[in-house]
């Protein structure tokens, strides 16, 4: 797969050893992430707000209801910012200069425009769905016109993407290693539990096979 | 505990009843959350970074490296935007359109300025560092003059927050309460795992009750 181009907004300076800008590893941390933080500028300020998302290649969709200043602003072709993030651990070197955190991360950058055709919208809502829970659009009611209307859909082509990634234990200076600290990882894990069927089900409340498929899955 | 003020920034317009003011509950989203995602304008772009916090009060404290441009950029007075998610679970709702997630979020503004006094930046990393561990600042080796001056610590004082939190399960409309397709939670979970010794230890490799106390915490 291929590379993103590195530039200027996406290249570590600091520590470029944990910075990652292949395909692979980058839509891995994108698809494993069940949210992202999207910014955007509204009146000269800056905005981060927590959304679901989808990826297609190098395009994620987004969506929310219509009436929405988010869906608004970030489909005007304003410049966005989009971070996913996964925490793996927390540090605890032995100096707490070295402290730190395992994760895994990456920031996006691209522009959002409306996606306006149904068609094109169904498309985006069934990655984004697909993208939680494979099998769920075929598992759940798919979207009235009515409903489609509601909701607005944002696609952002990826212009630059970087990934950053920490991994491992504490990293101290040898003139602590002999001191009396501690020194180690706790880890820290986000992780899909068993499912609860709603109470008023009708139906059998036995969970379908494609929702009993995410559980265990570890982020 | 007193409430934020509400203001346009921070009140939700729509699905008003997610939405939560006072001090308890915004200050428990952020100290539970184990790090940020913050927002601030460079050059007429957005950028959204991860980013370790502590609070104290209604004041959110930060680090990073001096020559970062992240900190050179959030310390100089802008309006900066940071946010705080946890997520609970997916909600797998009959129809995709009410399909959704649980979570906890708490979107904060306010403007950030370097700490400069050796005091005050010493201060702020307890805050920092207790809020992670509680107990590691005695337990580790405490910043070193040089490594202070590393360091950059930025204060950002909140001028507005509002949480927002979603919980329980599927909310259908009733016309599809009767058909075939299954609802349901998928509960998710980020938890604190037993503690990893570094390989390198030349002392007891038994961890502290500080860090084992941190075991089992779900965020």
């Avoid at 859909?153 to 212009?159: F, H």
Wanted: net charge negative; glycine share 10%; aromatic share 6%.
């Amino acid at each position: 797969m291929a590379d993103y181009e590195v530039e200027k907004h996406t290249r570590l300076n600091r520590i470029p050893d944990r910075g990652h800008y292949d395909e692979k590893t980058v839509h891995s941390i994108i698809d494993s992430a069940l949210i992202c933080h999207l910014g955007f500028i509204e009146n000269g300020r800056p905005f981060v707000i927590p959304c679901i998302h989808g990826r297609e290649g190098r395009t994620l969709y987004l969506h929310g209801a219509k009436a929405s200043r988010l869906m608004n602003e970030s489909g005007s072709g304003k410049d966005l910012c989009i971070t996913f993030t996964h925490i793996d651990g927390i540090v605890l070197a032995r100096s707490l200069f070295h402290s730190s955190m395992n994760y895994r991360s990456v920031v996006a950058f691209g522009k959002g425009r409306i996606l306006e055709a149904d068609g094109e919208k169904i498309h985006a809502l069934n990655v984004v769905t697909e993208g939680l829970c494979r099998g769920r659009w075929e598992g759940g009611r798919t979207p009235t016109k009515k409903e489609l209307e509601a909701t607005s859909v944002i696609a952002v082509d990826i212009e630059h993407a970087g990934a950053k990634i920490r991994t491992g234990g504490a990293n101290d200076d040898e003139g602590d290693l002999s001191g009396p600290w501690w020194a180690g990882v706790l880890p820290v894990e986000t992780k899909i539990h068993p499912p609860i069927p709603s109470e008023d089900l009708r139906i059998d409340p036995a969970p379908p096979q494609h929702v009993l498929d995410r559980v265990g899955d570890v982020l």
